[in-house]
């Protein structure tokens, strides 16, 4: 039997046939076809698509479009302006647009050319700065800076990706980065996921922990996960250029700070000053961490620094050389 539905063209309850069929919609004069469930009367043959289907159908004619003139899709636009931590109607209100303007994009209306290239402009930092001057009369104090504030954070986290070393532990090879992009961010929050969870976490301990995240990751998921690479040296392996990404962790991103402390031998304790961000990692990712952290969390820094010594990546590997992450299916741990 088929589904009852009111017949606009019989004006009465009718039995309807499902059917799936082909809609075209025409987006500013181009023509694009979806698939649709139809529902066909069986007294008049009348056709109806109920309003979802047709909205989803139109929705995915408007990407198509997008995709094809390079405009940018609704999420995009969502990023842009949760990169900046403003509501719908405050963006548009800096960008002088009726209240409604972004929450109608973002829900999949189709933006002006002209618009698009307003947002596509103001991904960049120092683009929304200059727009942000230009339009100030247009905008409250306290939005003002809150959008200013937020901006040239961004734009020193901008610099930060263009530090010199950052730039360098990105140009080492695949093999050394574990099939991995570095990305600084997701190195900044391994530390602090270890030094959010550890008392008193030794500097050596950390970088050790940091070793075994990467390795078993890759062992595990054929990727590391920030794409660290790493060295051999005298205490183990450690990531290369240590010393600037702490620095960069400790007066560019300020997430942590070093306390020099005496115990049974002197060294320096990581504090972490924000919380770990579990939104940039997958859950097997997260599973590494924490099995890593289960797993050395009572260790002391010699005995993880030991353990370190007896892995093939270390003891197949000469001073200063670069650590393979073929390394990794060795691993014991």
């Given at each position: 039997m088929?589904?009852?539905?009111f017949c606009t063209?019989c004006?009465?309850?009718?039995?309807?046939?499902k059917?799936e069929?082909?809609?075209?919609?025409?987006?500013?004069?181009?023509?694009?076809?979806?698939?649709?469930t139809?529902?066909i009367?069986?007294?008049c043959?009348?056709e109806?698509?109920n309003d979802k289907d047709?909205?989803?159908?139109?929705?995915?004619?408007?990407?198509?479009?997008?995709?094809?003139?390079d405009?940018?899709?609704?999420?995009d636009?969502?990023n842009i302006?949760?990169k900046?931590?403003l509501?719908?109607?405050?963006?548009s209100?800096?960008l002088?647009?009726?209240?409604?303007?972004?929450?109608?994009?973002?829900?999949g209306?189709?933006?002006s050319?002209?618009?698009?290239?307003?947002?596509t402009?103001?991904k960049?930092p120092?683009?929304?700065l200059?727009?942000?001057?230009?339009n100030?009369?247009?905008?409250k104090?306290n939005?003002?800076n809150?959008?200013?504030?937020?901006?040239?954070?961004?734009?020193?986290?901008?610099?930060?990706?263009d530090?010199?070393y950052v730039?360098k532990?990105?140009?080492?090879?695949k093999?050394?980065r574990?099939d991995?992009d570095?990305?600084?961010?997701?190195?900044?929050?391994i530390?602090?996921?270890?030094?959010?969870?550890?008392n008193?976490?030794?500097?050596?301990?950390?970088?050790?922990?940091?070793f075994?995240?990467?390795?078993?990751?890759y062992k595990n998921?054929?990727t590391s996960?920030?794409?660290t690479?790493f060295?051999?040296?005298?205490?183990g392996?450690v990531?290369?250029h240590?010393?600037?990404?702490l620095?960069?962790?400790?007066?560019?991103?300020?997430?942590?700070?070093l306390e020099?402390?005496?115990?049974?031998y002197?060294g320096?304790?990581?504090?972490?000053?924000?919380?770990?961000?579990?939104?940039?990692?997958s859950n097997?990712e997260?599973?590494?961490?924490?099995?890593v952290?289960?797993?050395?969390?009572?260790s002391?820094?010699s005995?993880?620094?030991?353990?370190?010594?007896?892995e093939?990546?270390?003891?197949?590997?000469?001073?200063?050389?670069?650590?393979?992450?073929n390394?990794a299916y060795?691993i014991?741990?």
């Amino acid at each position: 039997m088929g589904n009852k539905l009111f017949c606009t063209e019989c004006f009465n309850d009718k039995n309807f046939d499902k059917q799936e069929g082909i809609i075209t919609h025409e987006v500013r004069g181009e023509q694009f076809q979806e698939t649709v469930t139809k529902y066909i009367c069986e007294n008049c043959k009348e056709e109806i698509i109920n309003d979802k289907d047709f909205d989803k159908s139109l929705l995915k004619s408007y990407n198509k479009y997008r995709k094809k003139h390079d405009l940018l899709l609704p999420r995009d636009i969502k990023n842009i302006r949760n990169k900046y931590d403003l509501s719908q109607r405050a963006l548009s209100r800096l960008l002088g647009w009726g209240k409604v303007t972004i929450h109608r994009y973002e829900n999949g209306s189709l933006q002006s050319t002209a618009h698009d290239q307003m947002l596509t402009f103001i991904k960049e930092p120092n683009n929304m700065l200059e727009l942000l001057e230009k339009n100030k009369e247009n905008i409250k104090n306290n939005l003002y800076n809150k959008i200013k504030n937020k901006t040239e954070k961004l734009m020193v986290k901008n610099s930060i990706t263009d530090n010199i070393y950052v730039k360098k532990l990105q140009s080492i090879p695949k093999e050394y980065r574990g099939d991995n992009d570095f990305n600084i961010d997701k190195f900044c929050n391994i530390v602090l996921f270890f030094s959010q969870n550890i008392n008193k976490l030794w500097k050596t301990k950390l970088l050790k922990l940091i070793f075994y995240s990467e390795f078993l990751n890759y062992k595990n998921n054929c990727t590391s996960i920030a794409g660290t690479p790493f060295v051999h040296w005298q205490h183990g392996p450690v990531p290369k250029h240590m010393f600037a990404l702490l620095d960069i962790l400790i007066e560019d991103y300020e997430v942590i700070e070093l306390e020099e402390f005496i115990e049974f031998y002197e060294g320096d304790i990581i504090n972490n000053k924000k919380q770990f961000n579990n939104s940039l990692f997958s859950n097997e990712e997260i599973k590494t961490l924490e099995y890593v952290l289960a797993h050395f969390k009572d260790s002391t820094a010699s005995e993880i620094r030991n353990k370190t010594h007896t892995e093939k990546a270390y003891k197949k590997t000469n001073p200063n050389d670069l650590i393979s992450y073929n390394y990794a299916y060795n691993i014991n741990i």
